[in-house]
């Protein structure tokens, strides 16, 4: 459903042409953009300044952060909170738990969700578009809805005891939205493009490899970042279904380690949150116009 | 060419697992869970036939209507600023800071990429009172206000998860709507401004109109995301002070889980998806009035 066409997040805006600079003298321009500096200003402190704030904060001892204001430098910079975060935490199994479960979901949701896309879009069947229509169906399903059946399921399965149900719910509920992005994507290719590779004797699984596939490689990567951000963020099927300590994603893990030692070691606490936010801050830094324009493209997600 | 375009061998190979396993992780557990609305039990015991039971319970149930209520108040208040603030920081970025916006957006995005229980966690530091004062009641103290207990009681404990989710979610429907403010075509802001147009007249008679579809979306998709919460609430406050801030999603899953009634869960399941199905429904009416969507 959604789509809006954020491909132009850098075109300079084309609603600009009439800026009158030139004309007003520097300093009384400078005076008018003071009330905007202000706005930004305001805005900057409170998006960015408690995720500095939280940094400080990892870094203080417990007597420290309970004696001094909250907003004041670590008197001694302990470094060590992140030793200990990172070994009462368990992050590093909690990581390697999270890693387990979204990599090779990510890699099915991928490759089915293309392939799915492509055989909608630009094959030609009965029943397409019932099919799309009930993929659509499954983009609106609240995790609720299919919770309880796939607890029996995996119970009776005995496989509770395993990340595999997080890999196969992440995939089966992946699918829909990447499907239905994908076959926006191919729609937007020439079907000429697949004839012409036809006539000269392709089938259409290797016109799929060789043609749609690279012809669609930046919206995989797109797809595949809002996939991402969907998987690593859920806590949900996580705690449902991962509830076992051994098995916490790095979100339950975090949620626990709250839970038994938030209230009393502030500063490990904090620098486990730093630590979560960390990767993310790292991979954002790198991607983070794509990561803007597929997560508003996948925005039907809410 | 239709002989190619349409081989049932390729067609199979390419749509059918993805269909295969929607089919089974999707829409087997929907059917599945609609058939328990009419049981009772859990996997672990069994199940019992339990007739309408779950559905006459569900009419009287005040917990229930409490968190239908918690729902229904968030989804529109949090739908109400996340528009109005995404509305203001896309008019900023396309009409004040125009070329040079691109840092701010990126930075007023970040927080929507942070997992929400590293968010949540901070902001319960943030608005902490207990054993000792978070930056907010600092902030509140220096002023000369008092200290809140911010999570001890129902009212501020809302008032802090809508001050938390708009935080986090605003760059997000920023980034959204300035997309749609691009499309507003040059010529018709153009010929405005030589019409005379200024300012909040511009504003008024010629922007705001233009992005009435791309406003609709965005509450439609901000409706249907927030009448789902789960994640900011359960991190936040657990439901609490009581259950009072319970949103329906989570009095789902303490019912299915801490009181193991999968039958009674199912139904509250059913009530969220038959609202998320009205939303829905929603999108397609605007998807023909707007092709954004």
């Known amino acids: 459903m959604t789509v809006t066409n954020v491909d132009n997040l850098d075109r300079t805006s084309a609603l600009v042409k009439h800026d009158v600079g030139g004309r007003t003298p520097a300093p009384i321009r400078f005076l008018k953009r003071i009330p905007v500096l202000i706005v930004i200003g305001v805005l900057l402190v409170i998006e960015i300044y408690p995720l500095f704030w939280m940094f400080i904060n990892s870094l203080k001892s417990n007597t420290d952060f309970l004696n001094n204001p909250s907003w004041a430098l670590p008197e001694v910079w302990e470094w060590g909170n992140y030793v200990s975060a990172w070994l009462t935490g368990n992050l590093a199994t909690t990581i390697t738990n999270s890693l387990i479960a979204t990599v090779p979901s990510l890699a099915l949701i991928v490759i089915l969700g293309v392939a799915g896309g492509f055989a909608l879009e630009v094959m030609v069947f009965k029943g397409r578009g019932g099919i799309l229509l009930l993929i659509l169906a499954g983009i609106m399903i609240p995790v609720q809805m299919i919770l309880l059946p796939l607890f029996t399921i995996f119970f009776n399965l005995n496989i509770t005891g395993s990340l595999l149900p997080l890999i196969i719910i992440y995939t089966g509920h992946g699918l829909p939205l990447t499907i239905f992005m994908m076959a926006t994507y191919f729609r937007a290719i020439p079907r000429e493009v697949f004839e012409a590779a036809t006539i000269d004797g392709s089938s259409m699984l290797r016109s799929f490899w060789y043609i749609g596939f690279p012809m669609v490689r930046n919206a995989v990567i797109t797809v595949g970042l809002v996939q991402f951000f969907l998987i690593w963020n859920d806590l949900l099927i996580a705690i449902t279904f991962a509830s076992n300590r051994s098995l916490n994603t790095i979100q339950a893990g975090l949620l626990n380690f709250s839970g038994e030692y938030g209230a009393t070691d502030y500063g490990p606490l904090f620098a486990a949150i730093c630590i979560t936010t960390g990767g993310i801050l790292i991979l954002y830094l790198f991607l983070n116009q794509q990561i803007m324009k597929g997560l508003t493209a996948g925005s039907v997600k809410g | ?293």
Not at chain 2, 80 to 108: C, D, H, M, N, P
Request: aromatic share 14%.
């Open chain 2, 1 to 293: 060419m239709k002989q190619v375009l349409g081989d049932r061998k390729t067609i199979a190979i390419l749509l059918g697992p993805a269909l295969l396993v929607y089919t089974l992780v999707i829409l087997v557990p929907v059917v599945w869970s609609f058939g328990y609305t009419f049981f009772k039990g859990n996997a672990l015991e069994g199940f019992e036939f339990n007739g309408i039971n779950n559905f006459t319970r569900l009419f009287t149930d005040p917990d229930v209507q409490a968190a239908l209520g918690f729902t229904v108040k968030y989804a529109l208040l949090l739908t109400i600023l996340q528009v109005v603030f995404g509305y203001g920081l896309a008019l900023l970025y396309t009409f004040v800071l125009k070329k040079s916006s691109a840092i701010i957006r990126t930075l007023v995005f970040f927080p929507v990429v942070v997992p929400t229980v590293a968010i949540a966690l901070l902001y319960q530091k943030l608005f902490q009172s207990a054993p000792k004062d978070g930056l907010v009641n600092e902030l509140l103290v220096n002023v000369g206000l008092g200290s809140v207990d911010w999570l001890g009681s129902g009212t501020t404990a809302f008032i802090v998860i809508v001050i938390m989710d708009v935080w986090r979610s605003m760059g997000f429907y920023g980034v959204l709507l300035y997309t749609g403010l691009l499309d507003i075509p040059e010529d018709i802001i153009e010929s405005a401004r030589i019409d005379g147009a200024r300012g909040f007249s511009l504003f008024k008679n010629i922007v705001l109109p233009m992005s009435l579809p791309i406003l609709y979306s965005s509450i439609i998709f901000s409706i249907n995301g927030t009448i789902k919460v789960f994640d900011s609430v359960f991190a936040l406050t657990g439901g609490g002070p009581g259950n009072e801030t319970t949103p329906l999603t989570l009095y789902m899953y303490r019912t299915a889980f801490a009181f193991s009634d999968y039958g009674y869960g199912s139904t509250i399941a059913l009530v969220l998806s038959i609202m998320c199905l009205i939303v829905t429904a929603l999108i397609f009416r605007g998807a023909r009035r707007d092709n954004t969507i």
